[in-house]
């Protein structure tokens, strides 16, 4: 399968359940939690969790937008895992410079 922008984030329902059974703990920011577990696949995929609880639908939609965004640029393929990003709701007045930083420092080592 070829690593394009969909692979990166789309996953089959044992992939989350086995990635959440065995991920760890990488950090906090304003609004978000990241976790990671490792992953099978060749390249590093990400999860965005946005719960309802989390703001109205298009505030949501626009952290997915832009965590995804910012993943695909940086996309780690040397140490392939699965990043799971969970968002509640100070998540949705955040900068986007304050989750890239975040994301940066964690993800593209």
Do not use: W
Not at 24 to 36: A, E, F, M, S, T
Not at 67 to 80: D, G, L, V
Not at 93 to 103: E, G, I, M, P, R
Request: net charge positive; hydrophobic share 45%; aromatic share 12%.
């Amino acid at each position: 399968m070829p690593i394009n922008f969909r692979n990166l984030f789309s996953f089959q329902p044992a992939e989350v359940k086995q990635a959440f059974a065995v991920a760890i703990k990488l950090g906090y920011g304003q609004g978000v939690k990241l976790i990671k577990a490792p992953t099978t696949t060749p390249y590093s995929k990400l999860l965005v969790v946005t719960p309802r609880a989390a703001g109205k639908a298009h505030d949501r939609n626009l952290i997915r937008r832009r965590a995804k965004a910012i993943f695909y640029e940086c996309a780690s393929h040397e140490n392939p895992a699965i990043f799971i990003l969970l968002v509640n709701k100070r998540a949705t007045t955040a900068a986007f410079d304050s989750l890239k930083a975040f994301l940066l420092n964690y993800i593209c080592k």
